[in-house]
C-alpha cells in the first residue's frame, strides 16, 4: 500500500506563498502522473496542478501563473509551490498519485485570510 503524506499548509494573509509538499512511501516514478487537488468546503473537489513521469506539468487556469508544481525523485516528493494566495484558494489540497492503481493522501489545509 502506497501512503502520500502531505504539509506544509497553514494560515496566510492574502498574498502570501507557502510550499506544500506530497512525500510519497514509493517511488514516484511508477506513477503516470502525480497531481494536486483541492476542495473548499461545499464543494467539489477540483484539479489543481499536475505533473507526469517525463515531467511534463499542467495547471488549473484558476491558478497559472501563481502555482508551480515541481518533484523531486531522489526524494520522492512532490511541490506545490503557491504564491499570491488569494482568498478563493482557501481549501484543503490533496496530493494525488495515478498508475496501475490511484492513491490519494488525506490533505492539508489552506486558509488565506483577507
Known amino acids: 500500500q502506497v501512503r502520500l503524506v502531505e504539509s506544509g499548509g497553514g494560515l496566510v494573509q492574502a498574498g502570501g506563498s507557502l510550499r506544500l509538499s506530497c512525500a510519497a512511501s514509493a517511488t514516484i516514478f511508477s506513477f503516470n502522473s502525480m497531481r494536486w487537488y483541492r476542495q473548499a468546503p461545499g464543494k467539489q473537489r477540483d484539479f489543481v496542478a499536475s505533473i507526469t513521469s517525463r515531467g511534463i506539468t499542467n495547471y488549473a487556469d484558476s491558478v497559472k501563473g501563481r502555482f508551480t508544481i515541481s518533484r523531486d525523485t531522489a526524494k520522492n516528493t512532490v511541490w506545490l509551490q503557491v504564491n499570491s494566495l488569494k482568498s478563493e484558494d482557501t481549501a484543503v489540497y490533496y496530493c494525488?498519485?495515478?498508475?496501475?492503481?490511484?492513491?490519494w493522501g488525506q490533505g492539508t489545509q489552506v486558509t488565506v485570510s483577507s
Open positions: 494525488y498519485a495515478g498508475g496501475i492503481k490511484e492513491y
